[in-house]
């Protein structure tokens, strides 16, 4: 019974819970992120090579 005491108690644990689950969703939004934003760069630079090809024709 003391030793389930002690471990309600502790907060150690629900510590380090907390920012694992802060750095997981960090890490998914950064992923997202950066996801949409390499798809909206590779969008633009194949406009411009579609249209620099098309003028130098």
Do not use: K
């Not at 949409?36 to 024709?57: D, E, K, P, V």
């Amino acid at each position: 019974m003391r030793l389930l005491r002690s471990l309600i108690r502790d907060l150690n644990g629900a510590t380090a819970v907390e920012y694992g689950l802060l750095v997981a969703v960090l890490g998914i939004t950064l992923a997202t992120a950066l996801g949409n934003y390499y798809g909206a760069m590779g969008n633009m630079f194949n406009t411009l090579i579609n249209t620099y090809t098309n003028t130098a024709r």
